[in-house]
């Protein structure tokens, strides 16, 4: 992106404004001398149209990343549609972007996890921790999911070889050496019921 800005004479922190100016002015310019005789004007009727996709690119990623009057980014608003379970506005809003960084592909295992895609929200999470692999909120996402698959499994093994037995009872747990009964029934809820916002830590914010 950076050699974009640098093709209009420009750094990455200009305003719209400026960015626009820029461009109109060399637009004529390079307009204007594309009609020269010779090299000046292939050189020039080049850089015209390297100028355009220059601007398209910019105006596209800043669009993206753009903040509404609320002060959120673009990721913070989809965060919040997934918080109101609006789904396909929020995957809308996914689709919309050209570049997918790991934030993108964290926001998508949360669309595809809501639509019960466990295995593909699994896939996006394991890219957004290739991309991030320093990221703490990724990871605590991806140890939940493997967590409560683990003992979904478990759960379904217990249920298989003792089919009688309580479903919200964590397999090989002895209630009373592991501090009584009440104790394994919340852990095992927790896990059975664990919902997408605790997941994902959409109650505290996505981002």
Do not use: C, H, V
């Given at each position: 992106m950076k050699e974009y800005y640098e093709l209009l004479g420009l750094t990455?922190?200009?305003?719209?404004?400026?960015?626009?100016?820029?461009?109109?002015?060399?637009?004529?310019?390079?307009?204007?001398?594309?009609?020269?005789?010779g090299e000046a004007g292939n050189n020039a009727a080049k850089a015209l149209t390297k100028l355009d996709a220059a601007y398209k690119e910019i105006m596209s990623s800043r669009k993206e990343t753009s903040k509404n009057s609320s002060g959120a980014d673009a990721y913070a608003e989809i965060s919040e549609l997934l918080k109101q379970d609006k789904i396909a506005e929020a995957q809308a809003r996914l689709d919309d972007f050209n570049e997918r960084p790991a934030e993108w592909h964290y926001l998508q295992a949360v669309v595809f996890y809501k639509k019960n895609w466990t295995n593909e929200s699994k896939k996006q999470l394991e890219?957004?921790?290739?991309?991030?692999?320093?990221?703490?909120?990724?990871?605590?996402?991806?140890?939940?999911?493997?967590?409560?698959?683990?003992?979904?499994?478990?759960?379904?093994?217990?249920?298989?070889?003792?089919?009688?037995?309580?479903?919200?009872?964590?397999p090989y747990d002895d209630g009373e050496q592991m501090g009584g009964n009440a104790c394994s029934e919340c852990i095992s809820c927790c896990y059975t019921y664990m919902c997408v916002n605790c997941l994902f830590n959409l109650c505290c914010g996505c981002r």
């Open positions: 990455e922190d200009a305003t719209d404004e400026e960015i626009e100016t820029r461009y109109k002015l060399l637009r004529e310019q390079y307009k204007e001398e594309r009609w020269l005789d890219i957004a921790m290739e991309m991030d692999p320093n990221n703490i909120k990724y990871r605590a996402a991806y140890g939940k999911m493997n967590a409560k698959n683990d003992f979904e499994q478990q759960s379904a093994y217990q249920r298989s070889q003792n089919p009688y037995s309580n479903p919200n009872t964590r």
